[in-house]
């Protein structure tokens, strides 16, 4: 079985403290040549001046294939667009499109008055564009907001037809429902690629906080775990085992390609690309 390609999500940085965090990430997972990272936007876009600041610094200096978050929250059309042709502007060849989140406390999603209405439409007036690889979100259990058990296909069918390229997952922590979603993917006609995202756990709390905000289902048997790992002091080789195997069956299943969620904290992504084959690409010095 051959190594998986890798691709790495990183969040902007707001301190200095911070910026030399993600910088150190960055120098730790490039050797393992990524097909591209991302850099996120926060709820309600409110980094979007530290997203493009870290887009653009990435892109001029780190050497990767960098991919740049783009949201429709709290913003016109003309300001979205503005945004993504500085992108551009700066080599950036690639956007992950999504609707975004409103800013905590601020209720559900509302439109911009002057802006796009949903990801579909904002993947519609980028790919008219023509300048970029476009990926959007997918969800292997159901967001949120979904209505039904098929929202989450209907909707990922709409952005590929908008004009998305390839589509990133939510993290989930049951291998069965990504499986299950790509079937149903494709019997809905879908035939892009679809990478699932793997959330490594450095804090078990606060994963399980965000799992339960997002939806994502948590099998019992991992409260457990964790809670003994911690009395023992195992919860990286814990976390490690888990997404090792997670990925390899993943794998098993035909999956070529992983999405790893970093939470700019790069040793556990590591240990479990090298657990996966995935380790530093150096070329051998020739001999003489």
């Known amino acids: 079985m051959h190594p998986p390609k890798v691709s790495f999500e990183f969040f902007p940085p707001k301190t200095l403290e911070a910026s030399f965090r993600l910088w150190d990430t960055v120098q730790t997972l490039a050797p393992l040549e990524p097909r591209f990272v991302s850099v996120t936007y926060g709820a309600g876009g409110t980094t979007r001046q530290l997203t493009r600041e870290a887009v653009e610094t990435l892109q001029g200096h780190s050497g990767l294939n960098v991919a740049a978050h783009l949201t429709c929250v709290d913003a016109t059309r003309s300001e979205t667009l503005a945004i993504a042709d500085q992108f551009a502007a700066a080599g950036v060849r690639e956007i992950v499109a999504l609707r975004g989140d409103p800013a905590k406390g601020s209720g559900p999603f509302q439109p911009h008055p002057e802006g796009f209405a949903d990801s579909c439409a904002l993947v519609q007036a980028l790919a008219e564009r023509g300048d970029f690889t476009l990926r959007v ?111 390899s069956t993943l794998m098993e299943q035909g999956v070529k390609d992983l999405h790893f969620y970093t939470l700019n904290r790069p040793e556990l992504t590591r240990d479990i690309c090298h657990a996966l084959g995935v380790t530093p690409q150096v070329a051998l010095r020739d001999v003489a």
């Open 137 to 247: 979100g997918a969800y292997p259990e159901a967001h949120p907001e979904a209505t039904d058990d098929q929202a989450d296909v209907r909707w990922l069918k709409r952005k590929f037809d908008a004009g998305a390229d390839e589509a990133i997952t939510q993290f989930f922590f049951d291998t069965d429902s990504f499986l299950r979603f790509r079937d149903r993917c494709a019997a809905a006609g879908i035939d892009k690629p679809i990478i699932p995202g793997i959330l490594p756990i450095e804090n078990w709390a606060a994963a399980r906080r965000f799992a339960v905000s997002c939806g994502t289902s948590i099998p019992a048997w991992m409260d457990t775990a964790f809670h003994n790992a911690q009395r023992d002091g195992h919860c990286d080789l814990l976390a490690t085992a888990i997404a090792t195997e997670q990925c």
